[in-house]
């Protein structure tokens, strides 16, 4: 089992910036693919940046050039950085773990219970 828990959330400014952490436990290892996505008022969950064993990272279109995705094996963590934030980006930040399983074109996902992240203008 495993479980994942986010810090770092708060409100901000625009223009602002923000570091979320998202601290693992349990059975992890270095193949398990590692991510954020976020959940706004009234929106469905989106995307935002995932991160490789191998460090090859992905990111969605709106977040491009201002975020940072970042992991730490050792520690058994997955960071986010943001930067130059706007309302926009205001939104419930989940952490996330993708396990590949032996199946090929099977995964399973593991969520932490979110950490709010507001910003204002």
């Known amino acids: 089992q495993v479980q994942l828990v986010e810090s770092g959330g708060g409100s901000v400014q625009a223009g602002g910036s923000l570091r979320l952490s998202c601290a693992a436990s349990g059975s992890i290892f270095s193949i398990d693919a590692m991510g954020w996505y976020r959940q706004a008022p009234g929106k469905q969950r989106e995307l935002v940046a995932t991160i490789t064993s191998g460090g090859t990272t992905n990111y969605a279109d709106s977040v491009k050039g201002r975020f940072a995705i970042t992991r730490d094996n050792a520690k058994k963590s997955v960071y986010l950085r943001l930067n130059s934030l706007t309302p926009e980006d205001t939104a419930v930040y989940y952490c996330?773990?993708?396990?590949?399983?032996?199946?090929?074109?099977?995964?399973?996902?593991?969520w932490g219970q979110g950490t709010q992240v507001t910003v204002s203008s």
């Open positions: 996330n773990l993708t396990r590949r399983l032996a199946t090929p074109g099977r995964a399973y996902d593991y």
